[in-house]
């Protein structure tokens, strides 16, 4: 039976088709028949091509992926459904072991644009890496060298209005010192790793957040206590939820004022989920909600880049750092937002 031959392909979250060499449906997974609302055995037999809104697209990749003229062939096209809107797909054709049998595998076209944009996101990360390493090395040098040539020149004068010039270039020589520790600092600090409750992780940034912040903001909790613990670094992965949740109670001044500011943190297991394009059976959902104006649109694609900030006087480095300790923990912090409901949602893989 191909039910048996094809079983593993029913844990899969993406939409799974066989096709035979009269281009005839020999087995779909338990994802195609929710999005189609159709049984499988009363897809079997059906013409695959005519099940989709563009019939010569995949006619023509099923032709070569029998004739062998690509390892796999990508493409966009709608899934036609009985009774609904057609269903937007990104479609790859492969061949199969067996020379009778075309694999064809249709990805949501939002899945596929998610997926597309963690990408990208990973390939900014490690690009701001290399360039704040290279940057914050480059400024050190030439800062120290200021700095030890204010002081000495302190030194030498006599005036006291000269001397005030002079301790401006001190100051703020400490203040750039200090930005650029602060840049240089998730690279520095070795990964500690030991058993990571992330409750106990929740419950120690809601302490923090509270108390600089006692009125007018509710913490909220909604948590999965089933989830286990996992191999971590406890005290990044403070770090990283106290910088998502300190920005979201900095967004929320007005709502405090008006004294019905709001900030949940939600804890859930998520199965058969892929991120950062590994699929993982089980991992770490951990979101930071808030209730405030949401982020401003002009800074939505660059929000976990360095520098950027949605805030006066915010150095933009908060939600960058947080990014860096998730990462080093093989996960991701993706952010949907809108006036009213913010949500910042933290993925780590589980054992």
């Known amino acids: 039976m191909p039910e048996n031959r094809f079983a593993a392909f029913d844990l899969l979250a993406t939409l799974v088709m066989v096709v035979q060499a009269d281009n005839r449906i020999l087995f779909v997974n338990a994802s195609f028949e929710d999005v189609m609302g159709m049984s499988r055995r009363s897809l079997q037999d059906a013409d695959a091509p005519g099940l989709f809104v563009d019939s010569t697209k995949l006619l023509q990749a099923i032709e070569g992926a029998r004739r062998h003229d690509f390892s ?34 249709l990805l949501p076209q939002e899945t596929q ?30 800062l120290g060298g200021i700095r030890g040539a204010a002081q000495l020149l302190q030194l030498e004068l006599d005036s006291k209005d000269l001397t005030e010039y002079t301790q401006v270039i001190v100051r703020e ?14 690279h520095r600090r070795p990964h500690v790793v030991g058993n990571v409750n992330i409750h ?22 909604n948590y999965d206590i089933s989830l286990p613990e996992f191999r971590g670094d406890m005290e990044q992965l403070i770090q990283a939820v106290l910088n998502i949740a300190h920005n979201a109670a900095q967004a929320l001044s007005d709502r405090m004022q008006q004294g019905d500011a709001e900030i949940v943190l939600s804890t859930r297991i998520a199965r058969q989920v892929t991120f950062v394009k590994q699929r993982y059976r ?52 993706e952010c949907e937002s809108q006036p009213g409901r913010t949500d910042f949602k933290i993925l780590i893989p589980l054992p």
């Open 200 to 221: 106990e992780v929740c419950e120690r940034v809601r302490t923090l957040i509270l108390a600089e912040f006692p009125r007018g903001l509710q913490v909220r909790r």
């Open 282 to 333: 089980l991992a770490l959902e951990l979101h930071v909600i808030d209730n405030g104006p949401g982020i401003p649109e002009e800074i939505k694609d660059r929000l976990f880049h360095p520098l950027v900030s949605g805030r006066d006087g915010g150095s933009g480095l908060g939600l960058n750092l947080a990014q860096t300790f998730v990462q080093q923990h093989q996960g991701l912090i």
């Open 72 to 105: 796999a062939l990508r493409f966009d096209d709608q899934l036609k459904r009985p009774g609904a809107e057609p269903f937007a797909v990104h479609v790859v054709v492969a061949s199969s072991d067996n020379p009778a049998e075309v694999l064809i595998e």
């Open 173 to 186: 020589a400490d203040r750039l010192q200090t930005l650029v520790d602060r840049l240089l600092a998730p």
């Open 113 to 142: 644009s998610r997926q597309d944009r963690e990408e990208r996101q990973l390939e900014h990360a490690q690009a701001n890496k290399e360039l704040i390493r290279n940057l914050a090395h480059e400024i050190k040098n030439p």
